[in-house]
C-alpha cells in the first residue's frame, strides 16, 4: 500500500481546523469527575464535607483554589481554606492568575492534578475573561475528565454552563438588578462559560434574590435548554447526567416551555413549562442530549 504524506504548506493551512476536530473529539468525551455547584451564601461545614466525600479525597490528594472571580482573592482563598481545613483537608493551594499568568506551566500542570478544584464567588465575567481560551482553561476540563471534583459557589457556579448568564439585561434600564423587571424577549445576556455542563444554564443565590424572572428569561431565550436556580447554602451535585441536591435550601428546575411566543411589545408569553422544587436528598436527571 503507497503511503500519501501530506506537503507542509497544506499541512500548516489544515492545521487550524485540526485543532478544532482534536478539541471537539477531546471536550465530548465523558468526564470521570464530577460537579459540586453552591448556589452562594454561606456554606455549613456539613456541605463542605459532602463536596470532600464526593470528592474521595486520598491522603497524596489536593485542592487548587481559583479566587480571579473576586476582588479580594486573598480572603476569598483565606476563607475557603479555612473550611477545607475544617473538614479535613490540609493540602490546598492557590493560584491567582491573571492574564499574563495563566501561561504558567507549572501552575497549570498542578491544577490538572488537583483532586478538586474550587471556583470562588465575585464576577463570572472577570473569570471568564482570564480563563477563556488559555491553559487554564484546558488544565480545569483536563482534571474534570480524569476524575477531579470541579466545585464552585455564586459566580463559580454560573462558570459552569456553556452558556453563561452575566446578569446584564439588553433591553430598557440595563443598571445591574438582582433579578429582572419584566420577561422581555431576548433581554437576557449570556457569554460562554467553562462549558463543563451543555445544554444546562445555571443562575445563583435564586431563591434568596428572587430570579425567576432572569431564569424564565433564559429558558425563553434557550427552549430545549434544561435551566436550574439554586438556592444559598445549597448545591446540586453533577456526575454525568444524574444530579442531587444538598444543603439547606431549595433548587428549582424549569424546561419544555410550550407555546412559546412573543407579543407586539416584546413581551414573553408561554402556555406551559416543566417546573421543579426539589431539597436536599432529592435526585433527578438531566435529558439525554443528542
Known sequence: ???????????????????????????????????????GGSRSPELMKQLVSTADLSVKDYVVVLPMASEE??????????????????????????????????????TAQAKIIFITGGSQDRFMDIVRGTPV???IHDAYRKGATIAGTSAGAAVMSHKMITGNQLKGD??????????????IEFKQGMGLLHSVIIDQHFLKRSRYNRLLSALAANPS????????????????????????????RVSQPKGLQVNAKGLIRLKDLKFSVFAAGDEFDLPQTP
Not at 499541512?11 to 485543532?19: E, G, T, V
Not at 483565606?78 to 475544617?86: E, G, S, T
Not at 493560584?95 to 506551566?105: A, I, S, Y
Not at 456526575?239 to 444543603?247: L, P
Request: with cysteine; aromatic share 14%; hydrophobic share 40%.
Open 225 to 252: 435548554y434544561t435551566c436550574i436556580g439554586i438556592d444559598e447554602g445549597t448545591a446540586i451535585i453533577v456526575k454525568g447526567k444524574h444530579i442531587k441536591v444538598a444543603g439547606d435550601s431549595q433548587v428549582i
Open 73 to 110: 482573592p486573598e480572603e476569598s482563598f483565606q476563607a475557603v481554606a479555612q473550611q477545607f481545613r475544617a473538614a479535613g483537608v490540609n493540602k490546598i493551594t492557590c493560584f491567582n492568575f491573571t492574564k499574563e499568568t495563566t501561561v504558567r506551566k507549572p501552575w497549570c500542570d498542578s
Open 174 to 187: 440595563t443598571s445591574y438588578k438582582e433579578t429582572f423587571d419584566k420577561l422581555w424577549d431576548k433581554n
Open 1 to 39: 500500500m503507497k503511503t500519501r504524506w501530506i506537503s507542509p504548506c497544506i499541512a500548516k493551512l489544515l492545521s487550524p481546523f485540526l485543532a478544532v476536530i482534536f478539541s471537539f473529539s477531546v471536550y465530548s468525551q465523558p468526564a470521570k469527575g464530577s460537579l459540586f455547584i453552591i448556589g
Open 137 to 139: 482553561y484546558d488544565a
